[in-house]
């Protein structure tokens, strides 16, 4: 909606954009909401599931994003890192807010997996062949040309298998707070595969909330026209997905958003759940 396009302008959000730019802005009169019942719709699907099981220890910030190695990013707004240890966005520090009105400390949104306050977007492919080896969070990506990413420099992720099938991600930045993800397989065997894009926005906890009773903070979207908005104590009881052909996830707190628009005109399922973390996430429902 208009209102929350603006919110997200003002307030900075970050924003991943998968494949495709922006879709036309929607009619709000087209938007439906209920802000009093809720519905968790379960579809079934082909495409397989996002469970990862992971156990790490938590680390301090600093020791958390000096364990692996990184590619720098910056703009005039933004700083950080994307890890090459699962080609995550973990580190993101806005330039131009501060913590405090007196203050010099900057606001930091962000944080790795291996940290308390873990904050962070992954992205990458799965498949429902179990003897194909695809990317997780544990990889080790490689970059290919340019090694900090700008809005004026592009960079290239690259990781490959040993059964010919090689994945790339082509990440660039605005000069704002969009990155977009551009995604592809190419397999060099003799064999044919299905597999499925996903994008996935991890928080480790429910941080502190202002329990505004007309501010939602928790989970967020926008499918076929329709707002959803879930808290998290709703998804620590019960898990939300839906299937939809357009629309934007996320996580929003008072004055941030984190927010993921997956391909244009392909369909995928969105689900909110939790399991020791809150996870929202899209899967490509085509291969």
Known sequence: TKNVIAAISLSAAVIILYSVFFAPEPDPSRIKKDPIKKTKIIESSEAPSLDQNENFSKLTRKDALAEDDRVQFENNNIIGSISLKGAVIDDLTFKQYKTKLKSDE????????????????????????????????????????????????????????????????SISLDDQFLFTIKQKVINSSDKTYNFYSYGQIIRNKIPEISNFYILHEGLIATLDDELIEEDYDDIQEEKFSRTARKGWLGISDKFWIASIVPPRNKEFKTTFDYKNKFRANFISTEG
């Open 106 to 169: 900057r606001v930091i949104l962000l944080n790795p997996r291996n940290n308390e306050d873990g904050y962070l977007i992954e992205s990458g492919f799965v498949t429902t062949n179990k003897n194909i080896d695809v990317p997780d969070t544990s990889t080790i990506w490689k970059i290919q040309g340019n090694n900090k990413l700008t809005n004026k420099t592009p960079i290239k992720l690259v990781w490959s298998n040993s059964q010919g099938i090689t994945f790339e991600k």
